[in-house]
C-alpha cells in the first residue's frame, strides 16, 4: 500500500509539473512569435493579453543580476525536485500538498527555460517586427541571458485620484497593474496552497510524521 501510494505521489507530482510547463511554454511560443513587443490585445475588458519581456523574477520584479537570477532558480527548481522526491515517501503527507509544491518547482523551471534558451533560438527585433524561432546560438542574446516573456494582464479598474489629495492628485490609479506569467501564476497559487493551506507539513507535525515513517522502515 505505501509504494503505491508512494507512485500515486510521484505521478500526480510528475504531471502538474509537466502540463504546467508544456502549457507556459506553448502560451510564450506563440505570443513571442506572433505579438511584436508591447503589442496589447484586449480578450475582454478585464483581461489583456500585452507582450512584455523581463530580466527580473515573478511579476516582473527585479533583484540582483541576470546570471545570479538564473542560477537561484535553477538551485531552487534542484531543491524543489529533491523535496518532492523525499515528500512522495511520507505516508501522511497529502495530495494536495504535493500539488502546491509541484505548481511552485514548475514554475520556477518555466521561467528558467526563458532565461536559459530564448537568448539563443529567438531574434528580439524592434516592434512591429515580430520575433522568429533560429538556430541555437544565433538569438539574441548568450546563454542564461535571455529575457522572460510575459503577457497575462488583467486591468481591473482604473480612476483619476481627486485634484486636491497631496502627491498623487489628478494622477491616474490602475489596478491591476503587473504582467505575467502561466509559470508566475503557478508559483503564486502553489505558494498560496502552502500558506493557506499546508503549513503544518513546514513545521514540527511535519517532521513528525518524517521521523515516524523513517521509523517505520
Request: with cysteine.
Amino acid at each position: 500500500m505505501e509504494g503505491s501510494k508512494t507512485k500515486r505521489l510521484t505521478l500526480l507530482a510528475a504531471i502538474t509539473a509537466a502540463l504546467v510547463i508544456i502549457i507556459d511554454q506553448a502560451v510564450k511560443f506563440y505570443v513571442k512569435t506572433h505579438f511584436y513587443l508591447g503589442e496589447d490585445v484586449e480578450v475582454l475588458p478585464f483581461f489583456h493579453l500585452r507582450f512584455i519581456q523581463n530580466n527580473g523574477m515573478a511579476f516582473g520584479i527585479e533583484l540582483g543580476s541576470k546570471l545570479f537570477l538564473t542560477l537561484f532558480r535553477i538551485v531552487l527548481v534542484g531543491f524543489l525536485v529533491w523535496y518532492l522526491v523525499r515528500l512522495a515517501r511520507v505516508a501522511k503527507v497529502s495530495a494536495g500538498y504535493m500539488t502546491a509544491v509541484a505548481l511552485v518547482a514548475a514554475g520556477a523551471f518555466g521561467n528558467i527555460i526563458d532565461c536559459v534558451a530564448y537568448g539563443e533560438i529567438f531574434t528580439n527585433p524592434y516592434p512591429p517586427m515580430t520575433a522568429e524561432l533560429v538556430p541555437w546560438g544565433e538569438g539574441y542574446g548568450g546563454f542564461f541571458h535571455g529575457l522572460v516573456v510575459d503577457m497575462l494582464y488583467f486591468p481591473l479598474f482604473s480612476f483619476n485620484w481627486p485634484e486636491w489629495l497631496p502627491v498623487v492628485g489628478g494622477r491616474e490609479f490602475s489596478f491591476f497593474d503587473p504582467v505575467f506569467n502561466i509559470a508566475d501564476s503557478a508559483i503564486t497559487v502553489g505558494m498560496g496552497m502552502i500558506i493557506f493551506f499546508y503549513t503544518k507539513y513546514l513545521g514540527s507535525e511535519y517532521a513528525r510524521y518524517d521521523a515516524d515513517d523513517k521509523a517505520k522502515g
